[in-house]
C-alpha cells in the first residue's frame, strides 16, 4: 500500500509538467479565457520580450478580458505552484513581464484597454493594458495630462508600479504619485480596491512595488488640466572633456539653486562623440510656462554654454511638446512595438550630497575615452528630478513604497549590442558598470545613492538596498501578509 502510493508520487512528479499544462488547459477553456502554451501558434511571437537579451519561456500566455478572468488564473496559477506574473506593455529591462525566469503563468492584459475619464471629477479609470502614448492622446482629448516617460510603448502598468518619470514629473509628480485608488487581484484570487481609506497598507505597496503583491487590473488617476503652452527643445553639441565637465557642473548648479520652475522638466544625454576624447552632450526637455518665457527660464544655464551645433524648438500644445520629445508614435496601433539587445542600470544622485567636480569630470573622461573605443550603441541619460520646486520630492517618503524622495538626478547609463540584436557582447556589462563607478568611485564610500525600479537589472550588488531603502522591511511584512506563498514571484521580487 505504501509501496504502491510511492510510486504513484514518483509517477505524478515525472510527469506532472504536463498534468499542469493538461490542467490549465482544461480550467482556461471552462472559462473561455485565451491561452498560449508552448507549442501553440503565436507562443513564440508572443513570448519575445522587448530586450532580445532574454529568452523566457512561460509556461501559459494567458489574455483574460475581465477581473474574473485574471482572478482565475492566479487561482489556477497558485494551486500548481507556479509563479504568477502580470504583463503590461512589456517593457521590462529584464523580462520580468514574462517572468523573468522560465516556467511562469503570465497574465497579458492587453485585452484590457478602457480608459474612462469622469465628467466632474476629471479622475481618470484606466485599466493596465494600456500604454502610455494612447492614454496621452484619449486624456487630451478630454483637455487633461497625466505625468510619464516619453517611451509611448510603455505600459501603464508597469510604469505606474514602479515610478514613472517624465518632463512634467517636476509640475505633477511621478506617475505613482497620481494613483488615487486601484483595483488588485490577490494570490488568493481575491479582488480588492486599495486606496487611503481600503486597504490602505497595499495601496502604500502598489505605488512602488506593485507586482510583487497582486495583479493591478485598473487605476483611477488624478489627471491635471493641461497646460495652455508648450515648449518642446533639444540642443546638442560635440565636447571635448573639459567643456562637457564643466557643463554638467553649471547645469548641477543651476538644478540647485532656486531658479528653476517646476514647470520646466528636462534631462542631460551623453553619447559618442566623433573623436577620441570627445562626447555628444544633448539638453533636451519640455517646457509648460508661457512660450515666450522659455529663454529666460533657461538662461542661467544656458548662457554658460558654447553656440549649439543643433538647436531644435518647438513650441505648441501639451500634445504637440509630448510628440516632439517621444519615442514612438504616441498612437502605438499604428506601428508594431520595438525591441533592443541592451544592458541598463541606473543611478539615484542624493540631492543633499551634490556631486563633486571630480566625480562629474570622471564620468565625463570615461565616455570621452572608454566610451569612444567601444562598439556598443551607447548612452547616459541623467533626468532631472529634483530642484526647489520639485514635485516629486515634495512627497513624503513614507507615503508611497517609492523610497527616493531626496534625488537629484536619475543617471541611466544604457549600452545595446552593436546592431541592436543578440547576442550581447559579455564586455558590455563592465562597460557600463564603469560608468556608474566612475561616478561612486569620485563621492564618498557612505555616499548613499539609490537606484530605480523600473530601470531594472538583475545583476545589482544590494538590490534591495538601493531599489528600496528604508522601504525594504516594511515591503517584506506586506508581502507576508497578503502573498505568504510567493506566488507573484519573479528575480526582483520582495523576498520574505
Ligand atoms: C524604450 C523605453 C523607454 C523608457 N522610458 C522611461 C521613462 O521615460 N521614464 C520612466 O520612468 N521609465 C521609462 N522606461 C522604463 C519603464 O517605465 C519600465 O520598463 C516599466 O516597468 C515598463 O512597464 P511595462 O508595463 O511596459 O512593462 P512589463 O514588462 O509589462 O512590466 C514591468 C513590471 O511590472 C509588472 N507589472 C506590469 N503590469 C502590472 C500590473 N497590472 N499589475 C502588477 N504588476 C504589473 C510586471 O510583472 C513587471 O514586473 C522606459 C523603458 C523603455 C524600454
Ligand atoms: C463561453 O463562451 C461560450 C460561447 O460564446 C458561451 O456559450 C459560454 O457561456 C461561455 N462560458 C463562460 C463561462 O463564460
Ligand atoms: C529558458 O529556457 C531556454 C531553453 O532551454 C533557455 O535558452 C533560456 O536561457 C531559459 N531562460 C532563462 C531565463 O533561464
Ligand atoms: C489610433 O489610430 C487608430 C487608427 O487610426 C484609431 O482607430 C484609434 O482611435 C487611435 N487611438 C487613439 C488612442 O487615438
Ligand atoms: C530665444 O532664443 C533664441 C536663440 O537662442 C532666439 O532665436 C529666439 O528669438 C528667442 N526667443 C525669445 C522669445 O526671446
Ligand atoms: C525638430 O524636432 C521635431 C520634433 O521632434 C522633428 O520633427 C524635426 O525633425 C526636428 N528637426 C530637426 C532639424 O532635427
Ligand atoms: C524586433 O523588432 C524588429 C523591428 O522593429 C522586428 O523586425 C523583429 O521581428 C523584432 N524581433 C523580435 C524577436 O521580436
Ligand atoms: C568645480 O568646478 C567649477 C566650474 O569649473 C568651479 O567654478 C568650482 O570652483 C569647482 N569647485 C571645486 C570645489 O573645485
Ligand atoms: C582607446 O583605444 C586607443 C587605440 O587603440 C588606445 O590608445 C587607448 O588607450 C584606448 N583608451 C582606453 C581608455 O582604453
Ligand atoms: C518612515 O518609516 C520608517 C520605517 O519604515 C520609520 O522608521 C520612520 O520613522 C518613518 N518616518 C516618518 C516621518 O514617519
Ligand atoms: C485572501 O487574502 C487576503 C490577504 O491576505 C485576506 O485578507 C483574505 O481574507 C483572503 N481571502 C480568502 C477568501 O481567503
Ligand atoms: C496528460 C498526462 O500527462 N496525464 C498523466 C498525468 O499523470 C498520470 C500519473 O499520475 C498519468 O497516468 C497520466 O498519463
Same mark, same amino acid.
Given at each position: ?14 510527469? =506532472? ?15 473561455? @479565457? ?20 532574454? &529568452?523566457?519561456?512561460?509556461?501559459? /500566455? ?19 505552484? !507556479?509563479?504568477?506574473?502580470?504583463? #503590461? ?19 497579458? !492584459? ?26 496621452? !492622446? ?59 481609506? =481600503? ?6 505597496? /502598489? ?13 483611477? %488617476?488624478? &489627471? ?24 554638467? /557642473? ?6 540647485? $539653486? ?15 562623440? $566623433? ?26 544655464? %544656458? ?38 539587445? %541592451?544592458?541598463?542600470? $541606473? ?13 562629474? &569630470? ?58 541592436? !540584436? ?5 564586455? $558590455? ?6 560608468? @556608474?563607478? =566612475? ?41 507576508? #501578509? ?15
Amino acid at each position: 500500500m505504501r509501496r504502491a502510493f510511492l510510486l504513484a508520487l514518483a509517477c505524478f512528479s515525472f510527469s =506532472s509538467a504536463q498534468n499542469t499544462t493538461t490542467e490549465l488547459r482544461q480550467q482556461f477553456a471552462a472559462q473561455n @479565457i485565451t491561452a498560449l502554451f508552448a507549442n501553440d501558434a503565436g507562443y513564440t511571437a508572443a513570448r519575445q520580450a522587448y530586450n532580445l537579451r532574454y &529568452t523566457v519561456l512561460p509556461i501559459a /500566455i494567458t489574455y483574460p478580458t475581465t477581473v474574473e478572468q485574471i482572478s482565475t488564473v492566479v487561482k489556477a496559477g497558485a494551486e500548481q505552484n !507556479l509563479n504568477v506574473v502580470a504583463r #503590461s506593455g512589456g517593457h521590462s529591462y529584464i523580462a520580468n513581464g514574462l517572468g523573468g525566469t522560465n516556467g511562469s503563468l503570465v497574465v497579458d !492584459l492587453s485585452k484590457m484597454t478602457n480608459i474612462i475619464v469622469d465628467p466632474v471629477t476629471f479622475n481618470a479609470l484606466i485599466e493596465t493594458g494600456n500604454r502610455l502614448g494612447d492614454i496621452a !492622446l484619449i486624456l487630451n482629448d478630454a483637455g487633461r495630462g497625466l505625468p510619464h516617460g516619453r517611451c509611448t510603448y510603455v505600459g501603464i502598468g508597469g510604469h505606474s508600479g514602479f515610478g514613472g518619470f517624465g518632463y512634467a514629473g517636476r509640475m505633477w509628480g511621478l506617475t505613482l504619485d497620481n494613483v488615487l485608488s486601484a483595483t488588485v487581484i490577490l494570490a488568493n484570487g481575491s479582488v480588492v480596491t486599495v486606496s487611503e481609506s =481600503s486597504n490602505p497598507e497595499l495601496y502604500w505597496g /502598489i505605488r512602488g512595488s506593485s507586482a510583487s503583491f497582486g495583479i493591478v487590473a485598473s487605476i483611477e %488617476f488624478r &489627471t491635471f488640466a493641461v497646460p495652455p503652452e508648450a515648449t518642446a527643445f533639444e540642443y546638442v553639441w560635440e565636447m571635448d572633456i573639459a567643456t562637457a565637465s564643466n557643463a554638467f /557642473i553649471e547645469f548641477q548648479t543651476w538644478a540647485l $539653486s532656486g531658479d528653476v520652475p517646476a514647470e520646466f522638466g528636462g534631462e542631460l544625454f551623453f553619447l559618442k562623440g $566623433s573623436e577620441y576624447g570627445q562626447v555628444e552632450f544633448a539638453f533636451l526637455g519640455n517646457y509648460y510656462g508661457p512660450a515666450d518665457s522659455f529663454n529666460s527660464t533657461i538662461a542661467p544655464f %544656458f548662457s554658460t554654454l558654447p553656440t549649439p551645433a543643433i538647436a531644435n524648438i518647438t513650441q505648441g500644445t501639451w500634445i504637440e511638446a509630448l510628440a516632439a520629445t517621444a519615442v514612438g508614435d504616441l498612437n502605438t496601433t499604428t506601428q508594431p512595438d520595438s525591441n533592443d539587445t %541592451f544592458y541598463a542600470k $541606473s543611478l539615484m544622485a542624493p540631492q543633499d550630497v551634490p556631486l563633486t567636480n571630480a566625480s562629474i &569630470t570622471a564620468m565625463v573622461t570615461y565616455l570621452a575615452q572608454e566610451g569612444f573605443n567601444s562598439t556598443d550603441f551607447w548612452h547616459v541619460e541623467v533626468e532631472l528630478y529634483g530642484g526647489i520646486a520639485s514635485s516629486i520630492n515634495k512627497v513624503s517618503l513614507n507615503d508611497t513604497a517609492f523610497a527616493h524622495r531626496n534625488t537629484l538626478f536619475t543617471f541611466q547609463p544604457y549600452a545595446s549590442s552593436p546592431n541592436l !540584436l543578440p547576442p550581447y557582447p559579455s564586455t $558590455s556589462f563592465g562597460f557600463v558598470d564603469g560608468m @556608474i563607478s =566612475s561616478l561612486t568611485s569620485n563621492m564618498p564610500s557612505d555616499w548613499n545613492w539609490g537606484a530605480y525600479p523600473n530601470y531594472i537589472e538583475d545583476r545589482l550588488p544590494h538590490w534591495q538596498e538601493r531599489y528600496y531603502g528604508s522601504h525594504y522591511e516594511r515591503l517584506q511584512a506586506l508581502k507576508s #501578509s497578503v502573498d505568504p506563498r510567493d506566488t507573484f514571484r519573479f528575480p526582483t521580487s520582495i523576498q520574505e
